[in-house]
Structure formats: C-alpha cells, structure tokens
C-alpha cells in the first residue's frame, strides 16, 4: 500500500523560510513523479511545483518561481519543498502526490494518482 506522508508545515512570518518534506512508503520516489499542491482558504487546489522520475525535470507555478525549489534525497525517498520568501499568498495545505509520467518533461501534466494528507502552513501577520 502506497503511503505518503508530508511534514515540516508550521507558523512562518512573511519574508520567512521552511521546508517540507514528503516521504513515501510502499513506493519509490526516485522513478515516480513527484507534485506539490497547495489548498488555500477558500481557494481551489492548485499546483505549485513537481519533478521528474524519468528525467529529473522540475515544474514552477509562475506565483512561486525563484521562491520554491523541489529536490529529491532518494536514499530517504523524500521529496522536499524549500519555501523562501514566504508571502501573505502562500499559507494553506501543502500536499505532495506521485504519479507515473505520461509526457516527457512535463510532470505538470503527470495525472497524480497517491496523494498524502498535507501539512499545514499558516503565515503569521
């Protein structure tokens, strides 16, 4: 059974940094595309960033570019999501969700089938 599990979520102040971590059981991340969403209030679940298994491509919402960076530790088989420069648009429920790619280089468009329960990030005023 394929387990993901998210972490690293908490209260960070604008202009702040934090790291999440999504680490998998019963799969291995290293041949698997990798995405991080994110729920904010009120919003609908949007992408924010993904890697590749197959190429080790990487995937940026415009809203995030130069801020999120996405990496791989495959002897842990986590995935991680560096957030820098935490702004006010950015607090909700980051979930990560693998998936097998179906186009080269565009994990964007990889139709995410195991999805973790998301870790909580709230953004202090």
């Known amino acids: 059974q394929v387990q993901l599990v998210e972490s690293g979520g908490g209260l960070v102040q604008p202009g702040g940094s934090l790291r999440l971590s999504c680490t998998a059981s019963?799969?291995?991340?290293?041949?698997?595309?990798i995405g991080w969403f994110r729920q904010a209030p009120g919003k609908e679940d949007e992408g924010v960033s993904c890697?590749?298994?197959?190429?080790?491509?990487?995937w940026y919402a415009d809203s995030v570019k130069g801020r999120f960076t996405i990496s791989r530790d495959n002897a842990k088989n986590t995935v991680y999501l560096q957030i820098d420069r935490l702004e006010s648009e950015d607090p909700g429920v980051y979930s990560c969700?693998?998936?097998?790619?179906?186009?080269?280089?565009?994990?964007?468009?990889?139709?995410?089938?195991?999805w973790g329960q998301g870790t909580q990030v709230p953004v202090s005023s």
């Open positions: 969700a693998a998936g097998v790619s179906t186009t080269p280089s565009a994990c964007n468009l990889t139709p995410f089938a195991s």
């Open positions: 019963g799969l291995r991340l290293d041949g698997a595309d």
């Open positions: 890697t590749s298994g197959r190429d080790g491509s990487t």
